[in-house]
């Protein structure tokens, strides 16, 4: 039981660190075409169907991987942004990325303190 919840966790960190990278990509792409005609901004989705794995276990699932076979971040496009949305498109792309940068940074530290607990636990306590 332990090393499948183990397992969840680890994998659960890999695919939201894949959903940030994902996103940091698409919020890249949407500054550098900010100005171009017709340009429609790229989105990511994966909160939703994260959050669908979350609610199982809470709901008394057992811990599996299969709960997480259909989790996958997945990139969108809206629709194409008007001449005169442009300034608040550019703005809202650079909050979005100064968070996306704090998510991922989080995500990567709650990941290393989980491993050095794991490591922790292997030697012993011993350094």
């Known amino acids: 039981m332990f090393g499948n919840t183990e397992a ?3 994998e659960m960190a890999k695919l939201a660190l894949d959903a940030a990278s994902l996103r940091h990509q698409a919020i890249s792409h949407n500054i550098a075409n900010a100005n171009s005609p017709g340009f429609a ?3 990511v989705s994966f909160e939703e169907q994260m ?12 811990v ?8 996958q971040p997945v990139l ?3 629709a194409p942004v008007l001449d005169t949305d442009r ?5 809202m792309e650079v909050a979005d990325m100064a968070q996306n940068t704090v998510q991922y940074e989080a995500l990567l530290k709650a990941l290393g ?5 794991l490591g922790a636990a292997i030697n012993e306590g011993k350094r």
């Open 64 to 71: 599996e991987h299969a709960m997480l076979a259909g989790v």
């Open 41 to 43: 901004p790229a989105r």
């Open 87 to 91: 300034t608040a498109l550019l703005d």
């Open 8 to 10: 969840i966790t680890v």
């Open 113 to 117: 303190k989980h491993m050095a607990i």
């Open 51 to 62: 959050g669908a794995a979350r609610a199982a276990l809470r709901e008394g699932a057992p």
């Open 76 to 78: 969108t496009r809206g």
